[in-house]
């Protein structure tokens, strides 16, 4: 099983990027199942449903999300309640009967033969939401799932490389590869567990190469100096020089036996 998974499609220039690249992405790795994460692909927030038809059109079969993915809810039309959505969202919010989250966390997608189970998690720590551990979660996730699959993928969206190492060897012989989202910044650490969990701790971003995690450095350096978000424009997307970064990894029997980084710059 090959997957080709593409991090933080952030806003026009990484929709544009990822519209310029794939065919050869596609040649080059033949992939049987493409993820990305689409928390910024709308203006550098929110996923709406013309972006995600879009990433639908370009072969993509999973867009997972993160701390963004509700930001406004009202934008984004079907992507959420359609259960031909291929777009999901951490699935470790807390849950209550009378206040339903829209969407679903997880999804098994099914392709000559081979089934994929795609989970989205989330972290608390130095992030806004509360939730339910995602460690508790996603042991007590998989012991329950009934239904069946041939692999595991998770996208942990948090902000600390520790609960990131940590969420691989604790799913080490259970999930097939194991990414962190979030940060931004792709890292130099991917490995495979002696179970046969592979990992990376930050698949990176494909967007602008010279911004602020897509926006423009005179609109968030100031917050950095001053400490309050009083000073500097509204934040705006960055269009130019880009980068596109993500992973391609080979999975037999659910376990991942190859990890390759990619990283495109303009
Ligand atoms: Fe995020």
Redesign the pocket.
């Known amino acids: 099983m090959k997957i080709l998974i593409l991090w ?1 499609i952030f806003g026009r220039t990484g929709r544009r990027m990822v519209e310029e690249n794939i065919d050869a992405l596609r040649t080059k790795y033949s992939p049987d199942f493409m993820i990305a994460n689409s ?2 692909i709308t203006g550098g927030k929110w996923p709406i449903e013309k972006h995600v038809l879009l990433m639908k059109d370009l072969g993509f079969d999973i867009l997972t999300g ?3 993915v509700f930001s406004n809810l009202k934008s984004s039309g079907d992507v959420f309640s359609s259960p031909n959505s291929i777009q999901i969202r951490p699935a470790n919010y807390l849950e209550h009967p009378n206040y339903p989250i829209p969407g679903n966390g997880w999804k098994i997608v099914e392709k000559n033969g081979q089934r994929l189970l795609v989970i989205n998690l989330m972290s608390s720590v130095f ?1 806004y939401d509360h939730l339910d551990n995602p460690f508790q979660y996603i042991d007590k996730f998989l012991s329950d799932i009934t239904e069946k699959y041939d692999a595991v993928i998770v996208d942990f ?1 948090r902000e600390t490389t520790a609960e990131l190492v940590n969420m691989a060897y604790f799913l080490d012989g259970r999930a097939a590869f194991v990414y962190g ?2 940060t ?1 910044a792709q890292t130099n650490d991917e490995r495979i567990f002696p179970k046969g969990t592979g990992m990376i701790t930050d698949l990176g971003m494909t967007g602008p190469l010279w911004s602020s995690i897509g926006h423009t450095f005179e609109s968030r350096l100031p917050q950095f100096l001053t400490g309050t978000k009083l000073f500097g424009p509204k934040a705006e997307q960055v269009v130019g020089e880009w980068i596109l970064t993500g992973v391609f990894v080979e999975i037999q029997a659910g376990k991942c036996f190859y990890i390759e980084k990619i990283r495109i710059q303009e």
């Open positions: 933080d928390e910024n993160g701390n963004h992030m969206h989202t979030h931004h």
